[in-house]
């Protein structure tokens, strides 16, 4: 079986932020993980890309949403364009409005904290 694979929208170099812990989960639990963030260039050892599209791979596992809803809902073409089995809207980053266009949009939503999905604890990766 092949590693599974994540795009952590909103990834941090903060390690108090979720959007750090995150890449830090997802990495324990073996998956190739790629941070996307404008302006970073390095978290937590990992390349980040600037946007779903620099990301070198043709097919995501998951993409995991750490983002405001209004900047969000501008990515949801974005995140349309990569695909995913899965899109994590984390708690914080859903909107009505962003969930129904996500749905338009026929992207599979979760609304979940996608760290305990994968068997972590948010707390356990302290800053």
Known sequence: MSQPTVAIIGASADRHKYGNKSVRAHLKQGYE???????ESSIEGLTVYRSLADIPVAHLNRISVY??????IGLLQEIQAKGADEVWFNPGSESPELLQRAGELGL????????????????????
Do not use: K, Y
């Open 108 to 127: 599979n939503i979760i609304q979940a904290c996608s760290i305990i999905d994968i068997g972590e604890s948010p707390s356990a990766h302290p800053g």
């Open 33 to 39: 993980v790629f941070p996307v963030h404008p302006s």
């Open 67 to 72: 983002v405001p809803p209004q900047i969000g």
